[in-house]
């Protein structure tokens, strides 16, 4: 599946619908495979330094073509490279970007989600990129 604007948003619906059901605003945005904005909403109430986490937690996601929590076992400390979070103009290597693949494995973009607890970003993304899977 490509990543067209309605598919896009169509992914902004299902996880704002997602975040509305655990009753927390957030941030979420969707990046192209190039890292580049391709649809975003901030929801009424959601905090405003989210704007930035959430875009960071998707181009996480994105330039490393996997969820964005799966960076940090790279770039914790003691790892093979640590303090990778701070290149590519800073990462966000926890919870809240999922990378969307197309059926052949391709990666075609990602959901990055901020403003709750890290468990609830990573719920709301991943119901997003559930829309783009269907």
Known sequence: MALTSQVAQAIIEAAD???????????VAVLDAGGHLKAFRRMDGAVLGSIDVATRKART???FACNSEDVWEYCKPGAPAHALELTN??????GGGVALKSADG??????GVSGGAV??????????AAAFAS
């Open 17 to 27: 619908a997602k975040a509305r059901e655990l009753r927390q605003p957030v941030i």
């Open 119 to 128: 468990d609830q970003d990573v719920a709301v993304a991943q119901a997003g």
């Open 106 to 111: 391709g990666l075609v973009g990602a959901v």
């Open 61 to 63: 996601a994105v330039l």
């Open 89 to 94: 103009g800073g990462l966000a290597p926890f």
